[in-house]
Structure formats: C-alpha cells, structure tokens
C-alpha cells in the first residue's frame, strides 16, 4: 500500500533563501508525483505534475524531481519570498496505472520579511 | 481553477440528517472525485467517478454515496451525517493526469 511522508512538517525562513522540502513514497511503481499547494481555508493549487520519465520538471522558481529508485521527490523554491507561505503537499499515485491519489500530509512553510 | 465549484461552501447539520454536496465543472471532464481533508490525516479520497453513473469507491468510502447522472455534476451524499464526518470535502477533476480541486465544502456536524 502506497504512504507518502512530508518532513519536515513545518519550516520557517527567512525571504530570500533556497530551500528544499522533501516528499518520499514507499511503492516505487508510479508514473507521475503531483505538487499542490494550499492557502489557509483554501482548495489545492497544481503545482507541478512530474512524470517519472522527466526526473525534472520547472515552474518559475519552483523545480521539482524525482527518483523513483529511492522513493524521493523534492521541491526547490528559489529566493523564498513571503507570498510562498502557504502549506505545500505532494501526492503519488496508489499503485501503477491508477490515477488515485494518496497524499502528503504537508509541510507548513512560512517566509518572514 | 478548471472551473470546478462546490455547493454549500459551509454548511451545519445535526446528526442524523442526510447531507448531499454538489460539485460542478464546466469543462466536460470525465474524471471527477471526492476526497475529505481532516488534521493529521491529510486528503482521503472517497469516490471517484470515471464518467456518467460509473463511480467506484475510494479509501474512506463509509457512509457515503455519490452519483453522477450528467458529467457536469458530481454529488456525494452522507445519508446520515455522524459527527466524524465534520470534515473539509474538496472536490477534484483530471486532465491528462494532473488533477485539479475545487475551493472546497466546510460540513460541521453537530
């Protein structure tokens, strides 16, 4: 059965720094990893879409990548900036060939002035 | 936003009474589902639908129905709300694999 773990759960900056928030899966047999993000009292906003033949994918100052041989993808922010707090969740797929999602339960980011 | 809305956006109920949610996309998307989000357990998906009346059960699926007569509507149905179901719903299509939620139903049962 698939799991997904987000750590750390909460991470604080200040604006202006990199950073990298990490995403792990315990069954490797997928085809894609999705990023969303979520503002307080708000539904998900797509991120990125990564497909497990890219290993990149970009968006802006966001780059995501995944190596399904270590059950890992990360999310770059560059220049962190106090618009990019917000609750970040990554979701794989359940097994291959599905499109159910299991999910992440977040890292919390804040970015302080 | 892929044009999905959900109605109510905040309801409270009483337990016991039945409850149906409505999610609406205008974009003819075949994929629809339905997930709660709930604190230390992340998003759960309860159903989903893969068109019109097929629809298929998720991982926390209990108590709960849904229907889809047109492609446009998707409906989740408690038939008696408990109070473990307070819960945020969102709804969700897929294009070309990526899905994309709704903004989202705050149900308070009480």
């Known amino acids: 059965k698939q799991e997904v773990t987000q750590i750390p759960a909460a991470l604080s900056v200040p604006e202006g720094e990199n950073l990298v928030l990490n995403c792990s899966f315990t069954d490797s047999a997928i085809y894609n990893l999705q990023w969303f993000r979520q503002d307080p009292g708000k539904g998900l906003t797509s991120l990125l879409l990564i497909q497990s033949s890219q290993r990149e994918q970009t968006s802006g100052r966001l780059n995501a990548s995944l190596d399904k041989s270590s059950g890992r993808s990360t999310l770059y922010i560059a220049a962190s900036q106090p618009g990019d707090s917000a609750t970040y969740l990554c979701?794989?797929?359940?097994?291959?060939?599905?499109?159910?999602?299991?999910f992440g339960t977040g890292t919390r980011l804040q970015v302080f002035p | 936003d892929a044009g999905i809305t959900q109605s109510p956006r905040h309801k409270v109920t009483e337990t016991g009474t039945p409850v149906t949610l409505r999610c609406h996309q205008t974009?003819?998307?075949?994929?629809m589902y339905w997930y709660r989000q709930d604190p230390g357990h992340g998003l759960r998906l309860i159903h989903y639908s893969y068109g019109v009346k097929d629809t298929d059960k998720g991982e926390v699926s209990d108590g709960y129905s849904v229907s889809r007569s047109k492609t446009e509507d998707f409906l989740l149905t408690l038939e008696s709300a408990t109070s473990s179901q307070t819960s945020v719903y969102f709804c969700?299509?897929?294009?070309?694999?990526?899905?994309?939620f709704g903004p989202g139903t705050r149900l308070t049962v009480t």
């Open positions: 969700a299509i897929s294009e070309e694999y990526e899905q994309y």
């Open positions: 974009e003819n998307h075949r994929y």
């Open positions: 979701a794989a797929p359940g097994s291959y060939n599905t499109d159910k999602l299991i």
